[in-house]
């Protein structure tokens, strides 16, 4: 199947400062990609959509000034928590849609590794 | 919007025993739903998935069901193995490339 690489797998920064969050696709293009995150023994959170060259959709709730969004490749997604707060402490995934050998794989999400960000 | 509900949240299994997880959707015009299994501190893996214009999917020790009259698909996962503890997730896909998750089981599965 299609792969998703996310670095880094943990990060850990003094609060204030800001953290980038990169996720790829390693063998198929990625039209969409997806950010999620996740609390402790709960499920996915959608936070935003992005689409290749163009701007991200947040979901509701979701600070677009805090939680920047970049996509400007179809092999590359990032995701920069600015002004990092111990209350951003979470595990942060991104999932991928897109093409993989002339297959269009609109419904197949592919996920990272997941992120694990703790903010001190 | 989509939502879906499933159950139960918690399920333990003696080994070799097989493990049900069930979920609901509401909105009909859902046409594709993947399972996943997440384990601690990694992202979620797509294990099986099934089509609304299919009924039953099986690949090995894991299987899918859909009643899509009901509106609610299982996940039935035979022969359980401890390997099999883990957090599984359904999930249902609306369209418009979004996909809506369920709360997740959180499954063990005693040696």
């Known amino acids: 199947g299609a792969v998703v690489s996310q670095h880094p797998s943990r990060v850990i920064c003094k609060s204030g400062t800001s953290v980038k969050i990169e996720c790829r696709s390693l063998d198929f293009q990625a039209t969409t990609m997806f950010w999620y995150r996740q609390f402790p023994k709960q499920s996915l959170m959608l936070m935003a959509t992005?689409?290749?060259?163009?701007?991200?959709?947040?979901e509701q709730g979701v600070e677009k000034d805090k939680f920047l969004i970049n996509h400007a490749s179809l092999t590359l997604s990032t995701l920069t928590v600015t002004s990092a707060h111990p209350e951003d402490s979470s595990f942060y995934i991104c999932?991928?849609?897109?093409?993989?050998?002339?297959?269009?794989?609109?419904?197949?999400?592919?996920f990272g590794q997941g992120t694990r960000l703790t903010v001190v | 919007g989509e939502n879906v509900e499933q159950h139960p949240s918690t399920l333990s299994v003696q080994e070799g025993d097989s493990a049900v997880i069930k979920c609901t959707y509401s909105d009909s015009a859902s046409n594709y739903f993947p399972w996943y299994k997440q384990e601690l501190g990694k992202g979620p893996q797509l294990i099986i998935d099934?089509?609304?214009?299919?009924g039953e999917k099986k690949d090995q020790r894991i299987a899918v069901t859909l009643n899509k009259t009901a509106k609610h698909f299982s996940l039935h996962i035979t022969e359980t193995q401890p390997e099999d503890s883990a957090v599984y997730f359904c999930?249902?896909?609306?369209?418009?490339?979004?996909?809506?998750f369920g709360a997740g089981t959180r499954l063990f599965v005693k040696a």
């Open positions: 999930a249902a896909y609306t369209g418009g490339f979004k996909t809506i």
């Open positions: 999932s991928a849609s897109g093409a993989l050998g002339g297959r269009v794989l609109n419904t197949e999400a592919f």
């Open positions: 992005s689409n290749e060259g163009s701007k991200a959709t947040y």
């Open positions: 099934i089509r609304s214009n299919v």
